[in-house]
């Protein structure tokens, strides 16, 4: 059974640009959560998608987006890119009413 | 706001030493809270624990949860290099019918041999 992949891996983009991250959950899955992880800060919960529905939202401004198709795959922006949007982007799902979250390898996003 | 607290926030030990990590939370219509392991790439599951002093078990690795005092500890023993990882610790809480989950800040581990 495939996990959860997300692509990119890695990529570098400077200030001011824009962003968009993509993930396919494990097969079955659907729901899907996207977490910021710094050195600092730790896993910042982003938002989660359900049925192409945004369920929960943590605290992180308007330049983070996401969505979700109906294949459950989804994706995130991230717009007017900062310095301190360099981050290990991490998308998990899961089965349905459980917290085991299985996540994939990330997108390492540089920002210059 | 919901809270998890890990500590140590990092430790070296020996291999073949015994370690305790600790998580305590504050979060509201608490669910379980998850272990997990993390080593270069993606976190992998460890334990789910929903219900008070009942020990979950796997290998070296022990983790139990106390509701009353709102913590869990994670222990490992005979520690191995492999074991070297932040390990994370998660709540999941009931939220408007749907679970969230919130992060710790990880305990980074570093067994030297």
């Known amino acids: 059974k495939a996990g959860v992949t997300q692509t990119p891996r890695y990529l570098i983009k400077t200030r001011g640009q824009q962003v968009t991250l993509s993930c396919s959950p494990i097969s079955g899955h659907r729901s899907v959560s996207w977490y910021q992880q710094t050195p600092g800060q730790g896993l910042q919960f982003l938002f989660e998608y359900f049925s192409e529905t945004q369920r929960n939202k943590g605290n992180f401004p308007g330049r983070f987006s996401g969505r979700q198709f109906s294949n459950s795959r989804s994706e995130m922006n991230v717009s007017t890119l900062e310095l301190g949007d360099s981050a290990l982007y991490l998308c998990?799902?899961?089965?349905?009413?459980?917290?085991?979250?299985?996540f994939g390898e990330g997108s390492r996003l540089t920002v210059l | 706001e919901d809270k998890v607290v890990q500590s140590p926030l990092s430790l070296v030990v020996h291999e073949g030493d015994t370690v305790t990590l600790n998580c305590s939370y504050e979060?509201?219509?608490?669910?379980?809270l998850l272990w997990y392991k993390q080593e270069k790439k993606a976190p992998t599951f460890l334990f789910m624990l929903?219900?008070?002093?009942i020990e979950k078990k796997s290998g070296r690795l022990s983790s139990i949860l106390d509701k009353k005092e709102l913590f869990s500890i994670l222990n490992i023993t005979a520690t191995q290099t492999g074991d070297s990882a932040v390990y994370l610790c998660?709540?999941?809480?009931?939220?408007?019918?749907?679970?969230?989950?919130?992060f710790g800040t990880g305990t980074k581990l570093q067994v030297i041999p």
């Open positions: 998660a709540v999941e809480k009931n939220s408007g019918g749907y679970q969230k989950v919130t």
């Open positions: 929903t219900s008070s002093g």
């Open positions: 979060v509201t219509n608490f669910r379980s």
């Open positions: 998990a799902s899961s089965k349905p009413n459980t917290g085991e979250l299985f």
